[in-house]
DNA sequence: GCAATAGTGTCTCTTAGACAGTATGCG
DNA sequence: CGCATACTGTCTAAGAGACACTATTGC
């Protein structure tokens, strides 16, 4: 049989496969707190849970499994582009009751500062990371959120990715604040200026921002950072 | 419509799904060299065609995406136990002439020394990474498998992963010796053994291999590598 | 002894962390 | 001025790389 003729009588129908969707795990900073976006589900099932945001892969719009994240994140927050990034992908018989379900799991980070709240839908909501796991989700959420948070925090350990959480514009001294918080330990405002100062992770943009005391220099994020490596990594094994 | 209700019409064959596969970089280390495992694509599509080992994920016999891994590796090889790491999901309707296709990539990191040759199946070969270039794959294979050893790569940057690509028992110098092969540079070897053994990445067994000059001490990798970090990367940027 | 491979002593350089000290704003 | 926050100077310690050196085998 040619391959021609092969795919003439392949029907894809005739077998038994997976369900695929994206899930996002939507990070941004609130109050200087890691917060996650969730939609309350209006369908079944698991209707009326708290959810993270995702669904199926729409093989009409979505050209790439990226495209079906980006386009979740999208409809979800009203962002075009944001920092995204595949963590892993979570399948078996028993994580929906509709049968075997796959989902690619995503992360974003978005600069809270660039929603238009009246973009949110409604029936979502901010949740502080630190309230995870008193919030019962749909589904495996509960597990596969900490899998993004783990990867996140992994990966703050060795990168900048936690700049793509700040505003264009921000100092030092806010951005390890935000390192401390996804962290959870404390830096040496000399080593932590060191750091990501001779990664030429940020630069300087010439300007100040009065906030009372001392003026602090506004920085933003160089070209360079996802993949810039500090020098030594900020080892966070212990905690 | 209550959840039961819901489960009970719904049928996922109403609905247009991509089809779900497994795809298996499995890489071990021949005469010092880094192989991949190919086979030679005994259906259609791409028929005749070396390819990457991989499958459909089976609803019956999987309970999880893992699983599929696992039974594939077991099937092509026949070993039950070995490394394996997830690396990434690709989808898109272009990639398999038979529609919108998502293959969940992991790969495999084998001691060859446990392979008896004789469960190899036939039409299958291992393949020196070097010459990947220069042999066409089926399907997006020659993409994915890339990836695969990018992320290979970037580990063993900072991790001992390639631990389990040797022998149960190993010298500090032939372990060098593949770091240098996967890496493609040199080390030098007080800084080397320095960094394997004080991350406690490996641990001496007492016996040494006479190989007709001094002999070397043998090792064998401790409990603890898989996510243990050297102390500094192996910085690697530049080649 | 010699060749070859295994493994070490020691110096230098870079960088993280500690911590005290200086700088610059406001009231 | 005092206070708070921003930022730096300087010392110490750890670890990586360079490279010469020693160690242990077979022949």
Redesign the pocket.
Known sequence: MSEEEYLKNYNIHDYDIPLSTVDMAIFSLIEGELNILLVRRKQQPCKGMWALPGGFIDLALDKTVDDAAQRKLQEKTGLKSAYLEQVETIGSPSRDPRGWALTVLYFALIDITKINDNELEENTKWLSVRDLDQTKLAFDHNLIVHKALDRLRAKACYTALPIELMPSEF????LQAVFSTILNR??????????V???KMVEETGK??????????LYRSTEIDRDTY???P??DKGS
Chains 1, 2 share one sequence.
């Not at 100092?171 to 806010?174: A, D, F, I, K, V």
């Not at 404390?186 to 750091?195: D, G, L, N």
């Not at 100040?208 to 220099?217: E, F, H, L, M, Q």
């Open positions: 100092t030092l001294s806010e404390e830096f040496q405002a000399k080593s932590f200026r060191q750091r100062l001779s990664a100040s921002k009065i906030s009372g005391k001392r003026p602090a220099k500090f020098s030594r900020l080892l």
